[in-house]
């Protein structure tokens, strides 16, 4: 799948979270026009994501996740921010992207997916209890050591 991602607005906040205030829009967008089937509701709201993706950033720079300010249970604060980007990506890429594709997305190419990788490969190295970290991304996706 291929989906540009908006350009840096505003360069006073992590790349991580300055991305995911591009992508409110097209999100907003695919709700309304979609409802809200893949996106944010486990756990919290669009308006809350980039704070969550910030308090994952702080588990990433090695802040313990208890005190980094994660609106919930780690693995499900995750997967709602997942939620947001994969309906973003289907309304800037026009279509619903083939199976796996937009989570790959997500994944590979947007500075939150690395966020979501990092915070969960220090939990991991940080003895953070197994079901905390192990569902932040799919398990098809490797675990830094």
């Known amino acids: ?51 969550a993706i910030s308090a994952f950033v702080k588990v990433a720079e090695g802040t313990p996740w208890k005190e980094a300010g994660i609106p919930g249970i780690p693995a499900r604060v995750a997967q709602d921010i997942r939620g947001y980007y994969e309906m ?17 997305w997500y994944r590979d190419q947007t500075a939150a997916g690395k966020v979501i990788k990092e915070a969960q490969a220090e939990m991991k190295r940080s003895g953070v209890k197994e079901s905390l970290w192990r569902f932040m991304l799919p ?5 830094p050591d």
């Open 1 to 51: 799948m291929v989906c540009s991602l908006p350009p840096r607005f505003d360069a006073s906040v992590h790349p991580a979270v300055d991305e995911a205030q591009g992508l409110r829009q097209a999100y907003d967008r695919a709700v309304k026009k979609l409802g809200n089937r893949a996106g944010v509701a486990r756990t919290l709201k669009a308006e809350a994501i980039p704070d």
């Open 88 to 104: 973003a990506a289907i309304e800037i890429a026009g279509h619903t992207p083939a199976a796996w594709a937009g989570y790959r």
């Open 139 to 143: 398990l098809d996706a490797p675990i």
